[in-house]
């Protein structure tokens, strides 16, 4: 008779064996951070009273439309600036308007280039210091005030800062934040020849 040892088994396949255990832990890790997510308070994220909210965004006259639409892409709980083109910015430099089809693309672009997901007032900024802050797109912008206390992003200057929707705060720019291959796609066709002609 063959005797049978009660116990501890030689394990036949141990890397099989990690792999169950760390599959485990991880669950189980995943389990306990969602469950202390839903009990951090919304007092740990206070915020200032916002002055206008997203549905009187109607109402403030510098933003305009494209503005609004902006602003609508982002998420109401969470905190961001946005270096926002004035509606005149969005006309002269990226030609937009109401009517163009491809419209929503271009300013999910421009959100992707001029948003923070954090607030960044007009007073964290100096004069001829510039702060690197990284957009939601990983753009970088460099920050700054000129001589007249406007707020300068990339070479672009504020017409109005410190506008609060929500939970952003809005600078309106007289231009477009974006990058060189963005500002390229958005020349009008005859500028492209100019520029190829002179090169």
């Known amino acids: 008779m063959r005797r049978r040892k009660i116990g501890v088994r030689k394990l036949k396949n141990p890397v099989k064996f990690i792999c169950i255990i760390v599959s485990v832990s991880f669950i189980i ?3 306990i951070s969602a469950l202390q997510l839903t ?4 007092s740990k994220f206070s915020s200032p009273k916002p002055t206008h909210t997203k549905s009187t965004l109607s109402g403030v006259s510098e933003i305009g439309k494209f503005g609004e639409t902006v602003i609508k892409m982002l998420p109401e709980d969470l905190a961001f ?3 926002l083109p004035s509606e005149e910015a969005f006309r002269r ?3 937009l308007n109401q009517n163009d089809s491809n419209s929503y693309a ?3 672009r421009v959100l992707g280039f001029s948003a923070v997901p954090r607030w960044i007032s007009a007073a964290d900024l ?3 210091k510039e702060k690197i802050y990284e957009s939601i797109s990983g753009f970088s912008l460099y920050a700054s005030k000129d001589m007249n206390e406007r707020v300068v992003v990339n070479g672009v200057v504020s017409e109005q800062t410190g506008l609060k929707m929500g ?3 809005v600078h309106v ?3 477009v934040v974006m990058d060189a291959e963005f500002e390229q796609s958005v020349q009008p066709e005859d500028e492209d020849e100019e520029h190829e002609d002179k090169v």
């Open 106 to 108: 271009v300013l999910t």
């Open 29 to 31: 890790i995943q389990i």
């Open 39 to 42: 009990n951090i308070s919304a």
């Open 81 to 83: 600036t946005l270096f």
């Open 173 to 175: 720019m007289d231009g």
């Open 93 to 95: 430099d990226l030609r």
């Open 126 to 128: 100096k004069h001829g």
């Open 167 to 169: 939970n952003v705060l």
